[in-house]
Nanobody, 116 residues
């Protein structure tokens, strides 16, 4: 599966933004899709994930209550709705796909910058 993340941009603190991860391949619904982010000088960190059927989601503590992950298997897409954003959300956001335990496929990142 090939992934392409999009939707990043410059927003102000408190604003919302929706990221998209578009995938190619016929077996998209077999993959768990995760969103990760990497801020300057920091390691890549997990943000949220959703299983292939779309009924099981997980969030990092920093995302709980503010972010929502969803997917549309007909469109081969996963979305990350980010609300009430703050400066700490500034990072390059990546989407990844895994069929089992390890994320094996990655899209290019999309830059998200939150200004105060």
């Amino acid at each position: 599966v090939q992934l392409q993340a999009s939707g990043g941009g410059l927003v102000q603190a408190g604003d919302s933004l929706r990221l998209s991860c578009a995938a190619s391949g016929r077996t998209f619904n077999m993959y768990t899709i995760g969103w990760f982010r990497q801020a300057p000088g920091k390691e890549r960190e997990f943000v949220a994930s959703i299983n292939g059927g779309g009924y099981s989601t997980y969030y990092a503590d920093s995302a709980k209550g503010r972010f929502a992950i969803s997917r549309d298997n007909h469109e081969n897409a996963v979305y990350l709705q980010m609300n009430n954003m703050n400066n700490e959300d500034t990072a390059v956001y990546y989407c990844g796909a895994k069929a089992a335990l390890i994320y094996e496929h990655w899209g290019q990142g999309t830059q998200v910058t939150v200004s105060s």
